[in-house]
């Protein structure tokens, strides 16, 4: 006897159309039941579903995507190779004569194929439809990979320009960088010229060549709101002696630690801008030098020193709490502004327009080194420093001319301009063998930097021209 959840199985199957096996019958019974059952109806997604007889058997129409274009794409470009090993395009030349098979082709400039090949694509052409037009699969293989007709020479010679028939269409975004250059007025220029300094880096990515000159003049104009003002009459507890023995300590830390040339003239352009609104004791000052450098290597460096280094560094005259809660009011007070041309900057494109060899440039960074540790340097902006370092740089290594056409365009300096800021460096030169704090002195004395702190100073050849100035 069923009960009655058998007998509610045994109903909804009956709906539904599906046969279940007899409930209580044998299992002979059951297994024929189960033989006799009825397919589910036709979901949408049959391939070749069963048609009654006396019906035409419907066409499913498939999307082209990308991988079945992709298939028919291959199987058109196989039928086509097995077809040109068959057939190839007979070219008929001006005087009449042919290929040994042309008397047995049709007419020029006429698609031939066999009655029977034009059958068999009939047959096999596949009803399948793009979304927007109703384009066979043979249609598209004929679109992509086209007949090949035979060619009159004569008839149709060949073009040397030839134009596409496909309408060209303009990008959005072509339009509107067209429209940007119409109202900035940039349409009307010529090309960009690239300056002969920047030839040999025409292919380099990284040399920017098309913007370097509108960078540096925009260096130019924002030097002086990062520069610092004169600061010592307002501070109580330093004076510029200090400031000249912690500079001579950090470029020998920043020579130990080696790092970047990049990190030590952000390290003194953080000092002096902090110090210019901050009053600083004594007992502070080379915490926040050592900050500074902290903040400096963490902005340039790819593997900056650590907190524990910084401590080392100061002989453990400052606790990590002290140099974090430091470099927290530094940052508060610069407003986390350190995006600022320094020094370097300029001198790695006057040097550049310099066409300076290895000791060149290790002679022009000796000078720039020596105005970090001058207070005095702080009164002419950072172009002019690096310009004079230059030109200071030219004078000692007797260079010919001392400043050319090219470097007056590019540092925007002349060569009087220059003299005040240049008699500074040449003397701080001619004292760095007898003074006490000689950082640079021995770091540019060395071998790996041509040892051009050895060479003599250009005092003399400054006094020339400034008399002849005057």
Sequence with gaps: MATRRQQALVSRGQRAGVVPPAIGKPKA??????????????????????????????????????????????????AAAAAEAKKRPVVVVSDGAADKGAAAKPPLNKVTSKPEEKNTKKDKTVAMTDPDKNVTASKLEEKIVGT???????????????RSSRKKVNAYSSVLTARSKVACGISSKPKDFIDEIDVADAENQL????????????????????????????????NAKMRAILADWLIEVNHKFQLTPETLYLTFNIIDRYLSTE???????????????????????????EVNDFIWMADSAYSREQILGMEKRILNKLEWNLTVPTPYVFLVRFIKAATCDKEMEHMVFFFAELA???????MFCPSMVAASAVYAAQCTLNKSPLWSERLKRHTGFSEHQLLDCTEMLVNSHAMARESKLKAA????????????????????LIEELKAARI
């Design 279 to 305: 009053t600083t004791l004594r007992k502070e000052f080379q915490l926040v030098g050592a900050c500074a450098m902290l903040i400096a290597s963490k902005y340039e460096e790819i593997w900056a020193p």
């Design 207 to 238: 040399a920017v060549v098309d913007y370097v000159e509108d960078i540096y003049k925009f260096y130019k104009s924002s030097e002086h709101a990062s520069r610092p003002h004169d600061y010592m009459d307002s501070q109580v507890e330093i």
């Design 148 to 162: 090949a007709p035979v060619i009159d020479v004569q008839k149709h010679p060949a073009s040397p320009h030839k």
């Design 372 to 378: 970090l540790t001058n207070y005095s340097m702080i």
């Design 441 to 460: 002195y021995r770091k540019y004395a060395a071998e790996n930097f041509s040892a051009v702190a050895l060479r003599p100073s250009a005092t003399k």
């Design 29 to 78: 019974v059951a297994a024929a039941a189960a033989k006799n059952r009825r397919a589910l109806g036709d979901i949408g997604n049959v391939v070749n579903p069963r048609v009654p007889e006396g019906k035409q058997q419907l066409q499913i129409n498939r999307p082209i995507t990308r991988s079945f274009g992709a298939q028919l794409l291959a199987n058109a470009k196989s």
